[in-house]
């Protein structure tokens, strides 16, 4: 139970839900979510190391950066609540705001700029 209740509450803050909503497009580099979130690198990675710790989210290093992707949560029942966001994230303003920059910050970005 202890575990199905920490799962949840890592849902329980408006920046991770943002993480877990880009990240279900695929991996995304730390330096992406920066630019799409609009805040500084320390905070996007204090709720990724959060978030995978609770098992959301699994990541790789790559050079000096790491790159996450959404995990498969380790209880049944978070898996479907997994399933639920990644079905009704999407259409949240904020969200659509988030993936806009992301989607421009990636044309742009250089193709060795994260390793």
């Not at 050079?63 to 029942?77: C, I, N």
């Not at 639920?84 to 904020?94: D, F, I, P, V």
């Amino acid at each position: 139970m202890d575990e199905l209740a920490e799962g949840f509450k890592a849902l329980a803050d408006p920046t991770r839900l943002r993480l877990l909503n880009l990240l279900r497009h695929g991996e995304l580099c730390v330096c992406d979510l920066m630019e799409a979130l609009e805040i500084p690198q320390s905070k996007v990675s204090r709720h990724l190391s959060y978030l995978k710790k609770e098992g959301w989210v699994s990541g790789r290093r790559s050079g000096k950066w790491m790159h996450y992707e959404l995990a498969l949560p380790r209880h049944p029942l978070l898996v479907k609540v997994m399933e639920a966001l990644q079905q009704s994230l999407g259409s949240h303003e904020m969200a659509i705001r988030d993936e806009t920059r992301l989607r421009r910050y990636l044309k742009t970005k250089a193709s060795n700029h994260c390793g």
